[in-house]
Structures are given as C-alpha cells and as structure tokens.
C-alpha cells in the first residue's frame, strides 16, 4: 500500500525557515518524481513545486509564488522528500500536503501538514 | 505560465441532477488536465485524469470530456457523497489547478 507522511509544520516566525519531510512507503521511491501541494486557509489547491527522479535529473521546477525561497530535495536512500522553507511570509501559511508524481494525475497524496506564519 | 479558469465557483443542485462544471486553460493543454474532489478536511483525491480517463474506483456517474482550452467535468446524477469542492488541474508545463468549484445540495 502506498502511503505518504509528512512530518515538520509548526509555528514559524516570518522571515525563520522551517523543513518538511515527505516520507514515502509501499512503492520504489526512487523511481517517481515528487510534489508539495500547498492549501491556505480557506483557499483552493496550490502546486508549490515537484522534483523529478534521479534517472530524469533529479531537478526541481517550482511556482513563482515560492520560487528563490522554497527548495525541494530528496534522499531516495531513505525514501524522503523534503521541502526547505525559507524566508517565509505570512501567505505561506498553509496546509502543506505531499504528493507522488509530477502532476499527470497525484493518485497518492499525504495527509497534509500545518505551517503557521505568524509572529 | 498557463492559466486555468474554472466555472462556477460555487453551485448548488437537488440529489439526481446532472452537475456540469468547465475549466478553460489560456492556451493549448492538449489534453493534460486532471479532475480532482475535495472533501472538508481530507486531501484531494484523483477522480479523471488525461481529461477524460476514469481513475480506477471512481464511480461512473462522474466524467469528463475536452481538449485543447476548453474542458468539462460532469456529475451525470448528484449523489450526497458528492458534496466537495472539484478542482481541475493542468499539467502541460508546470502544473497549475483551477480555483475549485463547490457543489453543495440544494
């Protein structure tokens, strides 16, 4: 069973980083490319950014929203993906969720994790 | 960067309507859009993708249909558990999802 965890959210200061973790199960993580979604209160759905797999260069693109803060990364070794958040602002308050693929349909999503921004 | 248009915002409609929803992309996306229903509290969960590919489990009542810009997602009879909020999602380029469209019960 694929299954998908993220761990991290909390209360962080504007202008603080905070890490999250996207620790993935029950498929060869290696292999997929991975996604942050992002959901303010409220609002709709956000793509943040997506990594691809290391056979396709394991780079990352991101939304223009995060782009030059955020960075995502990955350690196959130990089936994590990571998203490093830095500089954050206010409106990057937001359930952060995780998901598997690039975007041609995120069958597999986490259960999301809280960042508050706030001072 | 493409932009995604999706209509209505918020709709309302009795147990067995038929429940139409379109996403319009600024440019050509050929196919690569998917559709999405949020419940409160939960992640999305994929319910077409490629357009117009039923995702395996997904109930037949809901489809969808389009290429090019212009999109539609259908809910051929409303049922209770349909109650969320549907997003469509591109993914030509970078993806990008629509602003969602609420379905509640009338």
């Known amino acids: 069973e694929v299954q998908l965890v993220e761990s991290g959210g909390g209360l962080v200061q504007p202008g603080r980083s905070l890490r999250l973790s996207c620790t993935g199960s029950g498929f060869t993580f290696g292999d997929y490319a991975m996604s942050w979604v992002r959901q303010a209160p409220g609002k709709g759905l956000e793509w943040v950014g997506s990594i691809r797999y290391k056979a396709y260069g394991g780079t990352a693109e991101y939304a223009a929203s995060v782009k030059g803060r955020f960075i995502i990364s990955r350690d196959d070794s130990k089936s994590i993906a990571y998203l490093q958040m830095n500089s954050v602002k206010t409106e990057d308050t937001a359930i952060y969720y995780c998901?598997?693929?690039w975007g041609d349909g995120y069958r597999y999503w986490g259960q999301g994790t809280l960042v508050t921004v706030s001072s | 960067d493409i932009q995604m248009t999706q209509s209505p915002s918020s709709l309302s409609a009795s147990v067995g309507d038929r429940v139409t929803i379109t996403c319009q992309a600024s440019q050509d996306i050929t196919n690569y859009l998917n559709w999405y229903q949020q419940k409160p509290g939960k992640a999305p969960k994929l319910l077409i993708y490629d357009a117009s590919n039923l995702e395996a489990g997904v109930p037949s009542r809901f489809s969808g249909s389009g290429s090019g810009t212009d999109f539609t997602f259908t809910i051929s009879y409303l049922q209770p558990e349909d109650i969320a909020t549907y997003y469509c999602?591109?993914?030509?380029?970078?993806?990008?999802f629509g602003g969602g469209t609420k379905v509640e019960i009338k």
């Open positions: 999602q591109q993914y030509d380029h970078l993806p990008r």
């Open positions: 998901t598997r693929g």
